[in-house]
């Protein structure tokens, strides 16, 4: 069983800058492939960003694309999301999750484990 944790989120001016991070138990974190979604209020969850889980594969939606980096540190168990220049729809609550293949891409089905989310809000 793994757990997740989201951090970070809160409330930004559009144009700035936040990073949220997603903190996972156990020791076989570096064995998962890692994904951010997200889902604003009335809307469909969607992906957001994926990273392999050698860190080497990102792949992000093009919403996004340009603006948000996702990483991930194995030796902290930690996968990070750095989003600059943000924009008021942008927010949303974000969400990691944690699949057992070794790249789980924007399919929300190959992720096992999710954590409860972070809520980001951009202020326009």
């Avoid at 939606?61 to 996968?79: C, E, L, P, W, Y």
């Avoid at 924009?87 to 609550?93: G, H, I, S, V, W």
């Avoid at 974000?94 to 190959?110: E, K, L, R, V």
């Amino acid at each position: 069983q793994v757990q997740l944790v989201e951090s970070g989120g809160g409330l930004v001016q559009a144009g700035g800058s936040l990073r949220i991070s997603c903190a996972a138990s156990g020791r076989t974190f570096s064995s998962y492939g890692m994904g951010w979604f997200r889902q604003a209020p009335g809307k469909e969850r969607e992906f957001v960003a994926a990273i392999s889980r050698s860190g080497v594969t990102t792949y992000y939606a093009d919403s996004v694309k340009g603006r948000f980096t996702i990483s991930r540190d194995n030796a902290k168990n930690t996968v990070y999301l750095q989003m600059n220049s943000l924009k008021p729809e942008d927010t949303a609550l974000y969400s990691c999750a944690g699949g057992s293949s070794a790249y789980g891409g924007a399919y929300s089905g190959n992720y096992s484990y999710w954590g409860r989310g972070t809520q980001v809000t951009v202020s326009s």
